[in-house]
């Protein structure tokens, strides 16, 4: 689903994804060649007195295969021809084990999911970011893509071109929407904690977090801790609350590089365009 890049398709035919890597730009030359950018830490405040952390943003290590072994599309295409399992540290570092504490019986459905992800036959068992949904909050930080902030005046809006998706989080304290309203992006209402936003975000409609079928219900209730370590530097923290799926709340870690270079590519879906044996991405070792 991604142009402006070459897919190596391994004798396969050329497929694109919308959870494609990044491109480098057209001119790799000439951004090689570009000074680099010094932008200032702590960084400066805008006119609101937000700090000023705009531009464009990508996962430093991209992939929504599972939660608990987050390897890419192109990863998990590898391990299936080669037989060879790969391995990442879990995303989830609350509990210490690094698993999701399903109950058991969404445990179960949870399994259910990852054993027909890659052999679909009904629509329920195909992944919702396969159905061309908007893969939501905070399966989005999870991706490939890179993103755009941008900070209008008493808010702080995210961008992604994937699914031309965005959530604008209002900083001026209001109330949350009727509780009976779910969104796919949620309802997010922030406020900063020095260079940290803390974003409160309720009515979020249930769905996958993984390919392989982690999920939540429409009760999940999500804290996040968007962290701005340094100047090219964001730790996304999102705590899950859903006691109706899980045992207790637990928390998940991406780390987001700032991608001065690169513009986020226009994007396109269809449903069903991304069979599960053509998912061709970068290595991981490539999105760093």
């Known amino acids: 689903m991604r142009t402006g890049r070459t ?14 890597g990044p491109a480098v730009g057209q001119d790799a030359q000439g951004a090689a060649n570009r000074p680099a950018v010094s932008r200032p830490w702590p960084p400066a405040r805008l006119a609101d007195g937000q700090p000023d952390v705009q531009g464009v943003w990508a996962a430093m290590a991209g992939g929504s295969v599972s939660l608990s072994n987050p390897i890419s ?35 179960a459905r949870q399994k259910q999911q990852e054993a027909v992800y890659d052999k679909p036959t009904k629509p329920e068992h195909i992944d919702t970011q396969h159905r061309c949904l908007l893969g939501g909050i905070p399966r989005l930080y999870t991706n490939v893509p890179t993103f755009r902030i941008i900070q209008p005046p008493g808010a702080v809006v995210f961008i992604w071109d994937e699914y031309h998706a965005y959530r604008v989080i209002p900083l001026d304290g209001r109330p949350h929407i009727a ?25 979020v409609k249930g769905t996958r977090l993984s390919f392989t079928g982690d999920f939540f219900s429409d009760n999940v209730h999500i ?11 964001m730790n996304y923290e999102a705590t899950i609350d859903d006691p109706t799926v899980f045992t207790r709340p637990w928390t998940m870690r991406v780390v987001e590089k700032r ?8 994007s396109a879906c269809w449903e069903g365009n991304m069979p599960p044996d053509k998912w061709l991405l970068k290595t991981d070792a490539e999105q760093k």
Do not use: C
């Open 73 to 107: 599309g192109g990863a998990d295409l590898q391990r299936r021809i080669t037989g060879k399992d790969i391995r990442l540290p879990s995303r989830i570092i609350d509990p210490p084990d690094g698993l999701v504490p399903y109950q058991p019986w969404a445990a």
């Open 7 to 20: 897919i190596v398709t391994l004798g396969l035919s050329v497929v694109l994804l919308s959870t494609a």
């Open 259 to 266: 991608r001065p270079d690169e513009e986020p590519l226009e």
């Open 179 to 203: 509780p009976d309203v779910k969104l796919w992006m949620g309802d997010a209402r922030g406020h900063w904690e020095g260079t940290t936003l803390v974003v409160d975000t309720t009515n």
């Open 223 to 233: 804290v996040e801790r968007i962290a701005f370590v340094d100047a090219d530097t």
